[in-house]
Protein backbone atom coordinates (compact mmCIF):
# COMPACT_ATOMS: atom_id res chain seq x y z
CA UNK A 1 0.00 0.00 0.00
CA UNK A 2 2.83 2.43 0.69
CA UNK A 3 4.25 2.06 -2.80
CA UNK A 4 1.17 3.06 -4.29
CA UNK A 5 0.85 5.79 -2.05
CA UNK A 6 5.04 6.88 -3.20
CA UNK A 7 3.41 6.71 -6.87
CA UNK A 8 0.57 9.12 -6.49
CA UNK A 9 3.20 11.11 -4.07
CA UNK A 10 5.84 11.25 -7.43
CA UNK A 11 2.42 11.44 -9.99
CA UNK A 12 1.50 14.10 -8.47
CA UNK A 13 4.99 15.97 -7.87
CA UNK A 14 5.28 15.70 -11.63
CA UNK A 15 2.06 17.21 -11.97
CA UNK A 16 2.88 19.89 -9.84
CA UNK A 17 6.53 20.54 -11.55
CA UNK A 18 4.65 20.68 -15.17
CA UNK A 19 2.41 23.24 -13.78
CA UNK A 20 4.46 25.40 -12.46
CA UNK A 21 6.37 25.33 -15.56
CA UNK A 22 3.29 25.62 -17.60
CA UNK A 23 2.63 28.59 -15.56
CA UNK A 24 5.98 30.23 -15.43
CA UNK A 25 6.05 30.11 -20.05
CA UNK A 26 2.66 31.87 -19.53
CA UNK A 27 3.44 34.36 -17.89
CA UNK A 28 6.65 34.91 -19.95
CA UNK A 29 4.48 34.96 -23.10
CA UNK A 30 1.62 37.25 -21.35
CA UNK A 31 5.11 39.79 -20.46
CA UNK A 32 6.66 39.66 -24.04
CA UNK A 33 3.39 40.64 -25.61
CA UNK A 34 2.58 43.51 -23.72
CA UNK A 35 6.29 44.85 -23.58
CA UNK A 36 5.56 44.79 -27.43
CA UNK A 37 2.49 46.42 -27.08
CA UNK A 38 3.22 48.75 -25.17
CA UNK A 39 6.92 49.10 -27.08
CA UNK A 40 5.09 50.09 -30.14
CA UNK A 41 2.59 52.66 -28.56
CA UNK A 42 5.72 54.17 -27.40
CA UNK A 43 7.11 54.26 -30.78
CA UNK A 44 3.46 55.69 -32.43
CA UNK A 45 3.24 57.92 -30.21
CA UNK A 46 6.97 59.34 -30.42
CA UNK A 47 6.35 59.39 -34.22
CA UNK A 48 2.88 61.11 -34.00
CA UNK A 49 4.80 64.10 -31.51
CA UNK A 50 7.24 65.14 -34.43
CA UNK A 51 5.44 67.63 -36.75
CA UNK A 52 7.30 66.94 -39.42
CA UNK A 53 8.34 63.73 -42.18
CA UNK A 54 11.32 63.27 -43.86
CA UNK A 55 11.49 62.28 -46.92
CA UNK A 56 14.76 60.62 -48.98
CA UNK A 57 15.51 59.74 -52.71
CA UNK A 58 15.96 55.96 -53.10
CA UNK A 59 19.69 56.44 -52.84
CA UNK A 60 19.33 58.81 -50.05
CA UNK A 61 21.84 61.11 -51.30
CA UNK A 62 19.04 64.07 -50.67
CA UNK A 63 16.35 64.68 -48.14
CA UNK A 64 13.88 67.01 -47.70
CA UNK A 65 11.87 67.71 -44.27
CA UNK A 66 8.38 69.01 -44.21
CA UNK A 67 5.95 69.64 -42.06
CA UNK A 68 2.89 66.81 -41.88
CA UNK A 69 0.14 69.55 -42.32
CA UNK A 70 0.87 69.08 -45.76
CA UNK A 71 -0.31 65.43 -46.16
CA UNK A 72 2.12 64.80 -48.86
CA UNK A 73 3.07 61.10 -49.61
CA UNK A 74 5.89 59.75 -51.97
CA UNK A 75 5.78 57.77 -54.93
CA UNK A 76 7.81 56.31 -57.02
CA UNK A 77 8.37 58.23 -60.10
CA UNK A 78 7.68 57.32 -63.76
CA UNK A 79 9.92 60.56 -64.80
CA UNK A 80 12.92 59.71 -62.98
CA UNK A 81 12.21 62.76 -60.39
CA UNK A 82 14.57 61.58 -56.87
CA UNK A 83 11.74 62.71 -55.51
CA UNK A 84 8.06 62.77 -55.92
CA UNK A 85 5.49 64.25 -53.41
CA UNK A 86 2.03 64.55 -53.39
CA UNK A 87 -0.86 65.78 -51.24
CA UNK A 88 -4.85 65.65 -51.48
CA UNK A 89 -4.75 69.08 -51.94
CA UNK A 90 -2.92 68.83 -55.21
CA UNK A 91 0.61 70.24 -53.53
CA UNK A 92 2.72 68.69 -55.83
CA UNK A 93 6.48 68.70 -55.19
CA UNK A 94 9.31 67.48 -57.95
CA UNK A 95 13.09 67.43 -57.44
CA UNK A 96 15.29 65.74 -60.13
CA UNK A 97 18.87 66.31 -60.96
CA UNK A 98 21.13 66.80 -64.38
CA UNK A 99 24.50 66.74 -64.63
CA UNK A 100 26.53 70.40 -64.81
CA UNK A 101 26.48 71.13 -68.61
CA UNK A 102 29.81 72.63 -69.82
CA UNK A 103 30.11 76.10 -71.31
CA UNK A 104 26.79 77.46 -70.40
CA UNK A 105 26.04 79.38 -67.53
CA UNK A 106 22.98 78.60 -64.99
CA UNK A 107 20.69 81.59 -66.51
CA UNK A 108 21.20 80.89 -69.74
CA UNK A 109 20.25 77.15 -68.75
CA UNK A 110 17.15 78.50 -66.91
CA UNK A 111 16.33 80.88 -69.25
CA UNK A 112 16.33 77.54 -71.68
CA UNK A 113 13.63 75.82 -69.18
CA UNK A 114 11.50 78.67 -68.93
CA UNK A 115 11.32 78.97 -72.50
CA UNK A 116 10.34 75.31 -72.41
CA UNK A 117 8.03 75.75 -70.09
CA UNK A 118 5.94 78.02 -71.56
CA UNK A 119 6.13 76.62 -75.00
CA UNK A 120 4.41 73.49 -73.13
CA UNK A 121 1.76 75.74 -71.21
CA UNK A 122 -0.28 77.37 -73.74
CA UNK A 123 -2.18 79.19 -71.05
CA UNK A 124 0.20 80.45 -68.82
CA UNK A 125 0.06 84.47 -66.76
CA UNK A 126 2.34 85.70 -64.04
CA UNK A 127 5.37 84.94 -65.48
CA UNK A 128 7.97 86.09 -63.33
CA UNK A 129 11.34 87.22 -63.78
CA UNK A 130 14.06 84.89 -63.45
CA UNK A 131 15.20 85.87 -60.28
CA UNK A 132 18.92 84.35 -58.84
CA UNK A 133 19.59 83.71 -54.72
CA UNK A 134 21.36 81.30 -52.83
CA UNK A 135 20.99 78.05 -51.12
CA UNK A 136 23.51 77.14 -48.62
CA UNK A 137 26.24 79.23 -50.11
CA UNK A 138 24.90 77.81 -53.45
CA UNK A 139 24.05 79.54 -56.60
CA UNK A 140 20.28 79.33 -57.26
CA UNK A 141 17.90 80.79 -59.61
CA UNK A 142 13.93 81.01 -59.71
CA UNK A 143 10.85 81.71 -61.41
CA UNK A 144 7.41 81.52 -60.99
CA UNK A 145 4.09 81.67 -63.16
CA UNK A 146 0.03 80.76 -63.15
CA UNK A 147 -0.83 77.96 -65.68
CA UNK A 148 -4.18 76.54 -66.52
CA UNK A 149 -4.83 72.71 -66.31
CA UNK A 150 -6.31 71.17 -69.65
CA UNK A 151 -7.52 68.45 -67.67
CA UNK A 152 -8.98 69.80 -65.08
CA UNK A 153 -9.63 73.43 -65.73
CA UNK A 154 -7.81 74.34 -62.43
CA UNK A 155 -5.50 77.36 -62.40
CA UNK A 156 -1.82 76.35 -60.80
CA UNK A 157 0.90 78.36 -59.40
CA UNK A 158 4.12 76.65 -60.48
CA UNK A 159 8.06 77.64 -59.05
CA UNK A 160 10.97 76.69 -60.54
CA UNK A 161 14.36 76.39 -58.84
CA UNK A 162 17.47 75.73 -60.03
CA UNK A 163 20.05 74.60 -57.87
CA UNK A 164 24.08 74.38 -59.03
CA UNK A 165 26.02 72.40 -56.48
CA UNK A 166 29.61 70.37 -57.81
CA UNK A 167 28.82 69.16 -60.79
CA UNK A 168 24.95 68.73 -60.61
CA UNK A 169 21.82 70.81 -60.81
CA UNK A 170 19.46 69.81 -58.84
CA UNK A 171 15.62 71.14 -60.28
CA UNK A 172 12.40 72.06 -57.71
CA UNK A 173 9.03 72.08 -59.22
CA UNK A 174 6.53 73.17 -56.69
CA UNK A 175 3.01 73.51 -57.70
CA UNK A 176 -0.30 74.06 -56.28
CA UNK A 177 -4.19 75.08 -57.48
CA UNK A 178 -3.88 78.87 -57.24
CA UNK A 179 -6.55 79.09 -54.77
CA UNK A 180 -4.86 77.49 -52.15
CA UNK A 181 -2.12 80.47 -52.84
CA UNK A 182 -2.51 81.39 -48.96
CA UNK A 183 -2.15 78.20 -47.61
CA UNK A 184 1.06 77.32 -49.33
CA UNK A 185 2.81 80.41 -48.64
CA UNK A 186 5.68 79.01 -47.31
CA UNK A 187 6.16 75.45 -48.65
CA UNK A 188 8.71 76.78 -51.16
CA UNK A 189 10.86 78.53 -48.11
CA UNK A 190 10.71 75.34 -46.64
CA UNK A 191 11.61 73.75 -49.45
CA UNK A 192 14.48 75.38 -49.84
CA UNK A 193 15.67 75.58 -46.52
CA UNK A 194 15.05 71.77 -45.13
CA UNK A 195 16.71 70.63 -48.86
CA UNK A 196 19.97 68.01 -47.73
CA UNK A 197 22.50 66.86 -49.98
CA UNK A 198 23.66 63.79 -48.06
CA UNK A 199 27.20 63.23 -48.72
Known amino acids: MNEIFEYHKQLNMKKLILAIILILF ?10 NIFFKKNNITTDD ?7 YDINKTISIE ?19 LRSPNNLNIFISHKDLIENRTLDEIVSADLRS ?32 DSSTSTPFYLQVIWLQYNNRYYIFDIEFPLENLNLYTNIITEVVNSFNIIT
Open 26 to 35: IIIVISEILS
Open 117 to 148: YIEEYKTYSNLSDITEFSIQNNTAYTYSFHYL
Open 49 to 55: QNPNSVF
Open 66 to 84: LSKQYELSQYKSLNDYLIE
